[in-house]
């Protein structure tokens, strides 16, 4: 077994500043672990194409950033947009509803308490993990074949504040309609908040929480993918990864997986190196 950040040759992997060195890929035995089902990673990548969308138009309706010349009826500007925002929402909420099922049809990764790491278990991979981000010690970190500690919690902080957004987004919709089904499902949304102006007010301030989280949650990937080398990106996309069988993992037995030896440049064939 070798230790976390570390190669089975034992020399360092090389990091963020380790410019200048050969990227060498890595040596050793892998195997491919499938983490996230087709309704998944479909729900993912829609989802996030319509909170790109409802960004771009929620801003526009808050306070429009361009305009068109002439007669408002005539192009129908406004109109158009607010029609692809309520669109992309409602996409929006299909994707939760997949998203729900899938907490209870989904594999190990999937399942609703990988969303929900409240365990005592969970909670001390949760400290051990944020030391090491804060104390910048990768290799202390918790080593996971799914979502570490704090993605889980980051995640489903993601989904409360899509409930909200929801929530408060048809609240408003509702407004366009008083007396309507709409309107009188969310009828009890402002008073609890205290009037529809503060009810616009945290519709606002969460879709700017969408724009840090997406920030955020690029940066991380991709730089997990660099640094780590774990194959974050390429999971949402084919549904799995590769994972060195000669680590061990909290949430996977990797000694229950068949073990390959993976080719490099450097080693086209790693049976005659063995």
């Known amino acids: 077994m070798t230790a976390r950040g570390e ?24 195997t491919w672990v499938y983490l996230w089902g087709a309704p998944l990673r479909a729900m993912h990548w829609v989802a996030a194409a319509c909170i790109v969308v409802l960004i771009v138009t929620g801003f526009y309706i808050g306070r429009p950033y361009f305009m068109t010349s002439g007669e408002a009826s005539a192009h129908y500007l406004m109109g158009r947009v607010r029609f692809t925002h309520f669109t992309a929402a409602a996409v929006l909420v299909m994707t939760g509803i997949v998203r729900v099922y899938w907490l209870f049809a989904g594999n190990r990764f999937e399942r609703f308490p990988a969303l929900f790491p409240v365990t005592p278990k ?13 104390t910048f010690r990768p290799e202390k970190q918790s080593s996971m074949v799914g979502h570490e500690p ?22 408003m919709y509702g407004q366009s309609n008083p007396g309507g ?46 640094v780590d080398r774990v194959g974050r990106v390429s999971s949402i996309i084919t549904g799995g990864r590769y994972v060195s069988t000669d680590e061990t993992y909290e949430d ?17 064939d790693p049976k005659k190196d063995a």
């Open 181 to 226: 089904i709409i309107f009188r499902a969310f009828a009890w949304v402002p008073p609890l908040l205290g009037g529809l102006q503060v009810v616009r007010l945290v519709h606002h301030v969460l879709a700017w929480g969408y724009i840090i989280f997406a920030v955020l949650h690029v940066y991380f990937t991709l730089r997990s993918d660099y």
């Open 7 to 30: 190669s089975a040759t034992g020399s360092r992997r090389p990091g963020l500043f380790g410019l200048g060195r050969g990227l060498s890929r890595e040596r050793g035995n892998f």
């Open 122 to 134: 969970n909670l001390r991979r949760t400290v051990r993990t944020a030391t090491a981000y804060l």
């Open 252 to 268: 996977y037995d990797i000694s229950k997986v068949p073990a390959h030896p993976w080719p490099t440049p450097e080693h086209p």
């Open 150 to 171: 704090l993605q889980q919690y980051a995640y489903t902080i993601l989904y409360l504040m899509t409930i909200v957004t929801v929530v408060t987004g048809f609240t």
